[in-house]
C-alpha cells in the first residue's frame, strides 16, 4: 500500500463554506484510485471558508505522474445542497513529489469535475490520452455553458444570457461584488442626497441651483472641475487627459468642410495655418461619427446633439487652446464657426455642445464598445476555445473576471429599451444602435494598440499627454511580460500555427468580435509568435488600462452636468450674438436627466471593495517557477511605474491616476 497526502484549500471568500461530504479520486499514467470520501479530524469544519485540510488516500500501488483529479459532493440527509469554493487542492505523492491543481471555481452540483494538474500544457504537449480527453471533454461543456448571442445586428457578438443569475456560477460576482453593487445601485440617488430631485422634469432656473445638486461627494478634481469648466485651457486639457483622450489627433490639413481662415484665428495676421500645421501645432477633433443621427426624446421633448469640429493650436508656452469651433460637419450660413473672440456665450454654448457631443462618442465608442463589447468577446472566446490547463487561459483568464455579468447589466439597465442610457441621453433609442455600427466598422487593430495609434494621431511629442505617457510605458511593460510567459511555452512558430485551440480563440474573436470584417487588421489566424504576443499584449491592456483610462474618471469629469451634459434640449445657435446666460440654461438637460446621469456616472466610477489591481494574481493558476518569477517581476515593474506616476503627480494641478497601475482593475467589472 501507498499513501496519498491530499491537501483541500476552500477559498476564503463568503459562502464559499460547504457542508456536504466531498470525494476525491486521484487519476495518474500508471492507475488511478479508489473515489475516496475525504473526511479528517476537522470533520464538517473540514471545508470551511479559508480552510486548509490535509486526507490520505490509500493505493495498493503508485498511481505514476498525476495527471487530474476528480472531485465530487453529495449533502448528508439533513443538509441541504450548497455551494463550495475550493481554491486548490495539493497532492504528495510517495515519490515525494508535489502535484498542484488549480480549481478558484463553484461547486454547486453533485456531478463529478475534473481539474488537470497546474502544469500549463498546450494540445501539443498534452499527449496522455487521459489529458486529452479530459480536455476534450471540458470544452464540449463549455461550448454549451458560453453561448454566442447577436444582442443587434452589426456590433459585436455577446454572451447568451438573459440576465445574471443565467451566466454559470464560475463567471458571477462574488457575494461582496453582488452585495456592493446592487446596494450603490439602488441608494446611488440616496447616497448624493438627490432622491427629490429624480422625477422632477423642470429646467435649471440658476447655476447656484445645480451646484446644490452637485455638492455632496466632492473630491479634488470634481471640484476642480466645477471651479473651471468655463476655461478654455481645460477644456483642451480635456481630450489630452479627460476620460476621452482618442479623438485628439494632429491636422497637416484643413478638412474641406472645416473652412478656417487665417483671419479668423490669427488677430492681424500674425500667424499662419498654413505655417502652425508645418510646426505641428494645429490638432483636430472630429465628431463625424455622430452626423446625421435622430437625437432622443427626453421628458416629450426633443434633444440635440451635435457631431461638432474642434481646432486646436499648441502655443509657444506649451498650452492646447481652442481656436475654432463648427458645430456640424456641413458648412453653412446658417452653421457659425465659434471662436474665443465671439460673445462670451455664444463661445461658452459652443464648447457646451462639444462636451455633449463627446460625451456620447465617449460612452457608445470609446468605453461601451472599445473596452466593455470587446473584452466580453475576448472572454467568451477564451471559455469557448481554451481549457483551464493551457497557458493562454491561465494568462488571460484574471483579465475576464466579472466581465460578463457587467456586461449583461449593462444590456438590462443601462442600454435597454428602458434602460439610463436610452432614456437620458441624446444618443438614446435607435442612435444608439447607429453609433455602435459606426463604431465597429471604423475600428482598427492599430487603434487598439496605443503605440500605433499615438503615432497614427501623430501625438508622439505633445507635451503634458499623461494618458499617452503612462499608457506607453504600461504597454511596454505588459508586452515584455506577455512575451517572456509566451515565448516560454511556444519556442517556435509552428507551434502557434499548429495549435488549433489557439487559432479557434482568434477565429472566433474576428468573427463574433469584428463580424469577420478584414479591413480591421484583426488577425484570423496566428502564424508567428510575435503576432500571439502582440495580440494577448492588446487584450490585457484593453481590459485593464485603456478600461481604467476612460472609466475611472466618470464622476470627476462627468459628476458637474455644465461640463458634459448628457443631452441638450434647444438646438445650437444658428447665428452669433443670440445666446445669453439664461439660453444656455435653457439649452441644459432637465433636472431628473441631470441627476439621473450624475448617480450612473458615479455608480460606474465606483471599485469594490474585493477589486483585483494590474498584476495581482490571488488565484495561482500557474505552478511552474518560470511563469511565477516572470510575474513577480511584472509586479515590481508595475509598483515601480505606480511610485513614478504618484512622485509626478505631486506636482500636477490635476493629479492624472487613471492609469497608476495601483488604481487599474486587471478585468472590466464595472
Known sequence: MVDYIVTVFTADLLNATTLNNVHIKLVGTDGESKRTWLMGLKGLASFFRGAESCFTVNCSTSLGKLVLIELDKNHLPLFPEDSWFPAKVEVKSPEGDTYTFPIYRWITDCEVHRFREGTALTIIDDTHPLGRYARQEELQQRAKDYCWHVYAEGIPHCIDAEDPLSLPCEVQFSFTKKTEFAYDAATGLMDLELKGLADYKAKWTDMDAIKRAFWYKLSHIPNYVQEHWKEDAFFSYQFLNGINPMM?????????????TDDMVFLSGQGSLTDEMKKGNIFLCDY???????ANT?????????????LLHKRPDDTLMPIAIQLKQTPA???PIFLPTDSEYD????????RSADFNE??????????????????VSL???IPMVHPLYKLLIPHTRYTLQINVLARVTLISPTGIFTQFTASGGEAMTTILKRSLSSLTYRSLCIPEDIADRGLEDVPNFYYRDDGLKLWDIIHRFVKGVLSYYYKKDTEVQDDPELQKWISDIFEHGFLSQAATGIPERFTTVAELVKFVTMVIFTCSAQHAAVNSGQYDFCGWMPNTPSSLQLPPPTKKGKTSKEKMLQTFPDVNVTVKSMATVWLLSKHSSDSVYLGQYPEGHFSEDTPCKLIKAFQGQLKVLSAAIKARNESLEIPYTFMDPAEVENSVSI
Open 383 to 385: 471559455l469557448r476555445n
Open 288 to 294: 463625424k461619427l455622430l452626423d446625421g443621427l435622430k
Open 362 to 379: 465617449h460612452q457608445l465608442n470609446v468605453h461601451l464598445l472599445r473596452t466593455h463589447l470587446l473584452a466580453e468577446v475576448f472572454a
Open 333 to 335: 450660413d446658417d452653421n
Open 298 to 310: 427626453i421628458n416629450g421633448k426633443k434633444q440635440y446633439l451635435m457631431a461638432p469640429l474642434v
Open 347 to 354: 463661445w461658452l454654448i459652443a464648447k457646451i455642445f462639444v
Open 248 to 260: 485628439i489627433q494632429r491636422c497637416t490639413t484643413l478638412p474641406e468642410n472645416f473652412p478656417v
